[in-house]
């Protein structure tokens, strides 16, 4: 069924087909099976829904999947590999907890990190001659920046280095890193893929066999693997993921106007404005610009502080990717002090979107 389109992919993966079966495979919840041997331990070989939810991820992302129970297990199960004294290129500005296990690596002198800017291809494509990992992440938190994947994915390096794309704000939707050449595509299924606030996942996609092998034999030892009822929820909400990208990021593009044109509004940082730093470089691959955004609400953090509190439709809290818009303001996460202090990073859901600039306005009117 390759020739599918990825929203149909996305509802008609993994179904039980034998007579007299579920449409849905169910949520399997079982540690072990009746079969001989320390085989067929859910840590290791896994259950079948969670082979189910890998199966649709591997369609997608366009390769094998691995599910974790988090993000950050996928994130570890990567780092982890690492030879002793390897060199790790990261982001100025990662997601913070990727930030500080790189930190906790290179204080016990695992790696050495090297940071760069995003938006500097050059100076990526230069650090793949000598480095051991690339890892980008793409649209970043919270600031937005795009980074040129299929240039940088697809640029000579260093025998062995490893490119992974935490492509979580994306989604495989608006983005295949793996189709540009990078090793590793990285999924927070705990956001956009999951849609609704209500799980923990995470996701590697990967294509070489001795790479899958390599980080499912470190999967069943760090013991990251997703749990049954995770699974059976990855499932049950990616089915309507591409519904939800569609509609999420039509509200996205204008409310991302309206807020660019409001007096009470400084800088807006969504990649779909042509205002945006990296616009063209994200138009030219990315198919639509997500649904995150991030503005900085005029005047001092207190206000910001304020404005967040004052939405009455749009949710006050952290995290992204759900089906219901989420804003915060940033700076009040620990280890995002050096946020500009009025930023408010915004996961637009899918709710109408002139309730949803209604409630920006009054938010805003509120608190001038
Ligand atoms: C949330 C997130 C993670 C971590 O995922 P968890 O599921 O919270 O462990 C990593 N990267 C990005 C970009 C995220 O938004």
Known sequence: MDDLDLSTWLIWSGRPTELGEPLNVPPVLASNFRLPGDRYYSRSEGTPTQNAFEDLMGGLDGGRSLAFATGMAAVACVFHGLPVGSKLVLPDDPYHAVNGLAEEGEKQGRWEVQRLDLGDTDAWIDAAQSADLLWLESPANPLMTVADLPKICSAPRKPGCLVAVDSTFATPLVQRPLEYGADISMHSATKFIGGHSDLMAGVLTVRDDSLYQ????????????????????????????GLRMEKAMANAMILAERLEAHPEVDTVRYPGLASHENHAVAASFMNGFGAVMSFDVAGTGERASAFAEAANVINNATSLGGIESTMERRALIPGQETMPATLIRFSVGCEHVEDLWRDLDQALAATA
């Open 214 to 241: 390599e980080l499912y034999d470190r999967r069943v030892r760090n013991g990251g693997t997703i749990g049954g009822m995770e699974a059976f929820l990855s499932i049950r909400g990616a089915r309507t993921l």
